[in-house]
């Protein structure tokens, strides 16, 4: 099943206050996708139904910490910078990336930030 599926069907079952389902389903998700905040957020809730505090805590801590770097990618990609400051903008992006578990865009970032280190400055 795919992860889009499995999330629809985690959404439907916690509408039916079906937790144990709904937190296998969210738990599907967060194997492929542990930088999705709503998967998160839901098994959050759930667990707390489900009467297990300290584990809803820790999924609740995760999604505002997703939320947070969310919002600092945001930030840093509307930015238009040159120079090092452009290069400090792809290694701050690729940290805020790596924070979510997407070492591949983050890798990525970071051999992008190399290629401008290593070009002479005034070549773009």
Do not use: C
């Amino acid at each position: 099943m795919s992860v889009r599926t499995e999330e629809l069907f985690g959404l439907l079952n916690f509408d039916q206050a079906r937790w144990d389902d709904a937190l296998k389903n969210f738990s599907l998700v967060l194997i492929q996708e542990p930088w999705n905040g709503q998967a998160h957020y839901k098994s959050a809730q759930i667990l707390q139904e489900l009467h297990r505090g300290p584990e809803a805590d820790r999924h609740f801590r995760r999604n505002e910490e997703i939320n947070r770097l969310s919002s600092r990618i945001l930030e840093l990609q509307s930015e238009s910078l040159t120079g090092f400051e452009e290069i400090q903008r792809l290694n701050q992006l690729a940290t805020a990336y790596e924070g979510l578990g997407q070492a591949q865009i983050a890798a990525q970032l970071r051999r992008q930030a190399e290629y401008l280190e290593a070009k002479p400055l005034g070549q773009n």
